[in-house]
Nanobody, 126 residues
Framework: QVTLVESGGGLVQAGGSLRLSCAAS????????MGWFRQAPGKEREFVAA????????YYADSVKGRFTISRDSAKNTVYLQMNSLKPEDTAVYYC???????????????????WGQGTQVTVSS
């Protein structure tokens, strides 16, 4: 069982930055792939970024590539999402997720993650 708690959301102007954190319970954090997903009002939840535990590879949605960075600190059981050059279209509730998965297709698929955080709101004003 893994419990995830996100933090770091808030209101920021376009062009600004935020860093989201996701603290995970459990002693096997390093054996879980971690993903970030987001859901904007009226839209389906979509993949943002992921880090595969088995390969260490990171993956990003095209819409955030070059602006967002996912990283993890195994000593703190925490995964981060550094978001730079934020745009109004980045406004959404951001969720972190954990799963014992590893392939590129798996880590980008929300249905493959059994554990989810409660979400944190990110609002980017124009």
């Amino acid at each position: 069982q893994v419990t995830l708690v996100e933090s770091g959301g808030g209101l920021v102007q376009a062009g600004g930055s935020l860093r989201l954190s996701c603290a995970a319970s459990g002693r096997t954090f390093s054996m879980y792939s971690m993903g970030w997903f987001r859901q904007a009002p009226g839209k389906e939840r979509e993949f943002v970024a992921a880090n595969s535990w088995s390969t260490g590879t990171t993956y990003y949605a095209d819409s955030v590539k070059g602006r967002f960075t996912i990283s993890r600190d195994s000593a703190k059981n925490t995964v981060y999402l550094q978001m730079n050059s934020l745009k109004p279209e980045d406004t959404a509730v951001y969720y972190c997720a954990a799963g014992r998965i590893g392939s590129r297709d798996e880590v980008q698929s929300q249905g493959r993650y059994p554990y989810w955080g409660q979400g944190t709101q990110v609002t980017v004003s124009s």
